[in-house]
């Protein structure tokens, strides 16, 4: 049982997250492939200049990680 109600909202944004990954890789992505379009479409549709720049420099930031 979830203990939280943050606990239940990771878990939904989780959930919904992998089917749109299934969704995607159903018409033919790979799961990779459907990462990276959701990674794009998220930059897409954010809106301030401010948050954009810095989930680039975050995404930017975890690309360099090469502990995985």
């Not at 979830?2 to 990771?10: A, E, P």
């Not at 990462?35 to 954009?52: N, W, Y």
């Amino acid at each position: 049982m979830m203990s939280t109600v943050g606990d239940y909202k990771t878990a939904k944004v989780r959930e919904i997250i992998e089917d749109t990954i299934s969704q995607l890789c159903a018409v033919g992505l790979t799961s990779d492939g459907a990462a990276a379009l959701m990674v794009i479409q998220g930059m897409i549709r954010i809106e301030d200049p401010q948050r954009r720049k810095d989930m680039a420099a975050f995404a930017a930031e975890t690309a360099a990680d090469t502990i995985d």
